[in-house]
């Protein structure tokens, strides 16, 4: 009979207690005992949501402190030198080091954060690991062993989540000296084998080994690699269940089906035509276990498809046969029956984490017992459920479609090149040389919390929360001033996510109250769900910037999402193309744009920090991606006026393989993330001699220390050696809403220090 199993749950919780116990604990409002008491009542939570929901073997070490990646370098021995202690084993203070920066008092003396980048191409952060030539691994982090035992003392059947020894080297990078990090795949796999003998004392019978770059253009010494490693770990105890997911095989689906362990799963969802061809190529005696539910997606399976897959596969496989979601469920919200404000249609269309463990062990059952009228019952509902949706009349709206047929080529391009246009703006605009601005918000106070919250539920009129948010905006604009910032922004006050505030204002979007899932960190965002064409009613933003600039007479940058990052960080529909959704997305937005523009905004900047996160993991998709995604921001950009300066913010990512699209979206201003990478990034934009504008973030906004004027105008020299100061700007890494308001105020300072400094420098040469 298939087995049903899940390869990751949710770990924040259904009312985001991770995140507020850690967010807690980093201010010393808990002591370390309090922190690790909720992680133990989430886990024993969520294993037992994820069995009453129909789920047999069940996921540990999935659960995190702060992200995966970052446990498996506390696990490896993986701890660069800046947050070693002189004595002791690192703790749960060196991980959120290693996350998070440390201060001149804190532990370390002071260290700046990881590089963090997103995990393939989904919107979650993880904490890049960093390698030295002479690299050593050592097995000195338990966490993983303390939860087996806990599971199992609550009776639970147990599968142990790895990432494998391939994938954790891959997702790193080389420090100091130049050398390959293949290299150190012979020392790490010894780490690999301690972990399993350790597990298989604890009568662990299957391990689950992640090797996502599996779904990836591997290079053959990689692809070899593979084979070695598996090769000697095979000899280590244990039933191993090589996990892929986010993409197909193809060229490596022999190698995976060839790998020398017991079992393999593969992503029936992202690349269901791999299906066949798995059957063919497997070994008789391995497990091949099926990902027919979307674990990064929000709506019901279509069961009888899924069924009818099923059903191939067991003819071929039997007992062989094991079902789950496609990836973990890390991307998807806990509980769909938290939602008490969607309205029933909508709800119904829909399934969370738990949900989606319930349609794995529905479609086992039907495996099982096809016949049970209850099984029967609820295919026939789910029939019915996808019939609704797909005649539904609030998906398709007429209006919508005769617009995006009236698009010309046209409406995608600006009226003159760059080096006309930067001339006009230069003009208008009278910035100094190495002008100064931040990425958008700033904190999100508990003043501002506190006031949306009473205006939501009716506690004080729009009148009242209106002049709540202008008192802030009016703040906000004093503090820039203050320090002497020479491009202002409103501070998004009114804000409370830069997707979710948008799609609120767009007819398409619905919402819900608990959907959060973890983007890093004690980080949540609770995306918006698309579910029908998509247009805009009325401004969206124009009165709060039309105040913001009322208030000051320097230059106020209109802040907006762009389409793709609308799309991206959204719950899209799955019944039309996304590169549809993004031309509906730009129409919108592209009418906010030209409506700031009228009411005298010079500055408009359209965010698109999920650009490259959309790219396809294999290349052969990657032009086709590029194309739709550049479109899309020119078309929501390009109606405006030559002098109107139009900006764009991406964040960690790396840039060099799409540099020329980012050059083709032909925004006159480009913000990125590159202080965590030491101004690494800025190389691709070297290379490629960017001909716009750039301004490369100068300090981390994620982390809580204060960088000195030292570090950031080291920094920003880096910059200048890179990109002509004339074509250079400064500002931080992204968006301050994040952080409180002394450390914004000494941050900024120190910036604006350091760029006086650095334009004296310039001046005298």
Request: hydrophobic share 40%; proline share 6%; with cysteine.
């Amino acid at each position: 009979m298939a087995l049903t199993h899940n390869l990751g749950f949710p770990r924040i919780g259904r009312d985001r207690e991770l995140k507020k116990a850690l967010e807690a604990y980093w201010k010393g409002d808990i002591d370390q005992a309090a922190l690790l008491e909720v992680g133990r009542r989430l886990r024993a939570e969520h294993w037992h949501l994820q069995q009453q929901a129909g789920i047999e073997l069940l996921p540990v070490g999935d659960f995190a402190w702060y992200d995966q990646v970052l446990t498996h370098s506390l696990t490896f021995g993986v701890i660069p030198e800046r947050f070693q202690r002189h004595a002791g084993t690192p703790d749960l203070d060196t991980l959120f080091g290693m996350a998070r920066g440390v201060s001149q008092s804190g532990c370390c003396g002071g260290a700046h954060a990881e590089e963090m980048t997103k995990w393939f191409d989904t919107n979650y952060h993880y904490l890049v690991p960093e390698f030295s030539a002479d690299q050593q691994f050592a097995l000195n982090w338990e966490q993983l062993f303390d939860e087996v035992t806990e599971a199992q003392a609550l009776g639970y059947r147990v599968k142990p989540v790895l990432i494998g020894p391939l994938s954790y080297l891959w997702l790193g990078k080389e420090k100091g000296s130049p050398f390959n990090r293949l290299a150190l795949l012979e020392r790490l796999l010894p780490v690999y084998g301690e972990i399993l003998q350790r597990l298989a004392e604890q009568n662990v019978e299957w391990v689950q080994i992640d090797e996502p770059i599996l779904s990836l253009d591997l290079p053959q010494d990689w692809k070899n690699a593979f084979e070695r490693a598996y090769n000697l770990l095979q000899k280590e105890p244990c039933k191993k269940l090589v996990a892929s997911y986010f993409a197909g095989l193809e060229e490596n689906l022999g190698l995976a089906a060839g790998l020398p362990v017991d079992g393999l799963h593969i992503d029936l969802v992202r690349a269901p035509e791999q299906f066949p061809a798995i059957l063919d190529r497997l070994p008789a005696y391995k497990v091949l276990s099926l990902g027919l539910v979307n674990g990064r997606n929000v709506w019901r399976t279509d069961l009888q498809q899924a069924l009818t897959v099923l059903q191939q596969a067991e003819e071929r496989l039997g007992p062989r046969l094991w079902l789950a979601p496609s990836c973990s469920l890390l991307h998807c919200p806990v509980d769909l029956q938290r939602e008490d404000q969607l309205d029933d249609e909508l709800k119904s269309w829909l399934a969370f984490a738990v949900q989606k463990c319930e349609e794995v062990a529905l479609l086992a059952r039907a495996l099982r017992q096809p016949e049970c009228p209850e099984v029967q019952s609820a295919l026939a509902q789910n029939r019915a459920l996808q019939a609704s949706r797909a005649a539904s009349p609030r998906i398709h709206k007429p209006q919508v479609q005769a617009r995006l047929a009236a698009i010309t080529p046209a409406d995608s391009r600006r009226q003159s090149p760059f080096a006309m246009r930067s001339a006009q703006q230069r003009a208008r605009l009278d910035l100094p040389p190495l002008p100064t601005t931040t990425i958008g918000s700033f904190p999100q106070t508990p003043a501002i919390r506190l006031a949306r919250q009473a205006f939501k539920a009716g506690r004080i009129s729009a009148a009242e929360y209106t002049e709540a948010m202008h008192s802030e905006i009016r703040h906000a604009v004093a503090v820039q001033e203050q320090l002497g910032l020479d491009v202002l922004v409103h501070g998004e006050a009114e804000r409370n996510d830069m997707v979710e505030y948008f799609a609120e204002q767009l007819d398409g979007y619905a919402f819900t109250r608990y959907g959060w899932v973890q983007s890093y960190g004690s980080r949540c965002v609770k995306p918006a769900i698309i579910y029908g064409d998509l247009s805009r009613p009325q401004p969206m933003t124009l009165d709060w910037i039309r105040f913001a600039q009322s208030c000051t007479d320097k230059p106020m940058k209109g802040m907006l999402t762009g389409p793709v990052t609308m799309l991206m960080w959204s719950f899209s529909r799955d019944d039309i193309p996304r590169e549809q959704q993004a031309r509906q997305l730009a129409l919108a937005i592209r009418d906010e744009v030209v409506d700031l523009e009228a009411a005298g905004i010079g500055i408009i900047q359209i965010d698109e920090a999920a650009f490259r996160e959309g790219l396809p993991l294999r290349r052969a998709g990657w032009q086709a991606y590029l194309d739709w995604a550049t479109e899309a921001f020119r078309l929501t950009a390009s109606g405006v006026r030559d002098e109107t300066q139009i900006h764009t913010h991406m964040c960690y990512s790396e840039f060099n393989d799409v540099i020329e699209s980012i050059a083709a979206m032909d925004a006159d201003v480009i913000t990125i993330e590159t202080s965590r990478s030491d101004m690494e990034l800025l190389q691709a934009f070297e290379r490629f001699d960017y001909p716009n504008e750039i301004g490369p973030g100068v300090y981390d906004i994620h982390s809580p220390r204060v960088p000195a004027v030292e570090d950031m105008l080291r920094l920003l020299r880096k910059a200048a050696e890179r990109i002509a100061p004339e074509r250079l700007w400064v500002n931080p890494d992204c968006g301050l809403k994040t952080r409180g308001w002394e450390e914004t105020r000494a941050a900024l300072g120190n910036m604006l220090e350091a760029t006086r400094q650095l334009r004296g420098e310039l001046v005298q040469e």
